[in-house]
């Protein structure tokens, strides 16, 4: 609190003092006193007034500053009373209980949210689980009842895959908020994960005619938890497929060592990304140009995947050139 602003929010205060003494001033020279006497009185109040006004800035500046410096990084907001430091004044006091009675009634609030984001995210992980057995029985059935006509066998694989990816994808996206209640660090083989993510959508892969190759060293280790670390590099790959082109579709998956990170770099040679929409790719919701061609299009794939990437110590990146090819870099942690 700067002595400008402290002064200012005062102007009245003192103009009314200055009348006041200005008045006392004229009532003591009717009554006989010299102008020697009003002058050395009117400084000596004005004086005492200045020094006991001087020390009241100067404290209330080291209270706010003491604040300050207690709330500046905090995190929950709502908890700021607790954390002002006492005060010798009656008016700080009735405010900071002002603010007591706001935070718990924000705590209170924020606590029903969360229950109810907890109820409702265990019901989504109760029902996908649910949803895969189904999943499972039509997979069976196909297996069983129309082994001899491929075509149609294709085209239910290709639709099952679909559903158990979103079914999936739901999972980690109901997940994606606690990650660490789910997570388990170990050393990783990465050119077995890449394998086993490739595995893992082999269906999709082979019926959109993409052909994969995998140029990565097999001495490679990283650490992180293989199965969020299998679902992204999965999303990335269907992206791949949703996005190729219609001759000669291919996707590559290559790894360079770089000082304590494994760079992961998945390049295909699909449709391309748009310059001006590139930064926007991991946006909630973001579909771009090609998203709109293609009404499967939800933009969470990706973003699901920089969320993830956020809270397991990965970054990623984007680049691509329009119409001719699009890479993903993954920098993963070896230590």
Not at 12 to 22: N, Y
Not at 46 to 51: A, C, L, R, T, Y
Not at 118 to 132: A, N
Not at 268 to 276: A, F, H, L, Q, V
């Amino acid at each position: 609190m700067r002595l400008r602003d402290h002064y200012k929010d005062r102007v009245t205060k003192i103009l009314g003092a200055l009348v006041v003494l200005a008045i006392l001033s004229g009532f003591l020279y009717i009554v006989g006193n010299t102008f020697a006497t009003i002058f050395l009185m009117d400084g000596t109040v004005i004086g005492i007034w200045m020094i006991e006004d001087l020390i009241g800035w100067h404290r209330r500046k080291r209270y706010f500053k003491m604040i300050w410096e207690r709330v500046e990084d905090i995190e929950q907001p709502w908890l700021i009373a607790e954390l002002l430091p006492v005060s010798y004044r009656a008016e700080d006091r009735a405010y900071q209980g002002l603010l007591r009675m706001a935070g718990s009634s924000a705590i209170e609030r924020i606590r029903e949210i969360e229950d109810r984001e907890r109820e409702y995210q265990e019901y989504i992980e109760e029902w996908i689980h649910e949803v895969k057995a189904p999943i499972t029985s039509i997979r069976l059935i196909i297996e069983n009842q129309i082994k001899n006509d491929p075509v149609l066998k294709r085209d239910f694989d290709m639709e099952l895959g679909r559903i158990e990816n979103d079914v999936e994808r739901a999972l980690y996206y109901a997940r994606s908020g606690q990650v660490y209640k789910d997570y388990l660090i170990q050393k990783l083989d990465l050119h077995r994960v890449l394998v086993k993510a490739i595995d893992k959508n082999r269906t999709m892969i082979m019926n959109s005619s993409v052909s994969v190759h995998v140029e990565c060293a097999d001495d490679l280790y990283i650490y992180g938890d293989e199965k969020w670390l299998l679902f992204i590099i999965s999303q990335i790959l269907l992206n791949s497929v949703k996005y190729r082109c219609k001759e000669n579709a291919k996707i590559i998956l290559s790894c360079t060592d770089k000082e304590k990170r494994i760079i992961l770099k998945i390049w295909d040679n699909g449709t391309g990304i748009k310059e001006e929409e590139l930064p926007r790719i991991f946006e909630k919701g973001f579909t771009g140009s090609n998203g709109r061609k293609n009404e499967r299009s939800t933009g969470i794939g990706l973003y699901l995947v920089k969320k993830l990437c956020e809270k397991l110590d990965i970054e990623v990146w984007a680049g691509s050139i329009y119409r001719r090819s699009t890479s993903i870099y993954l920098s993963l942690p070896v230590e």
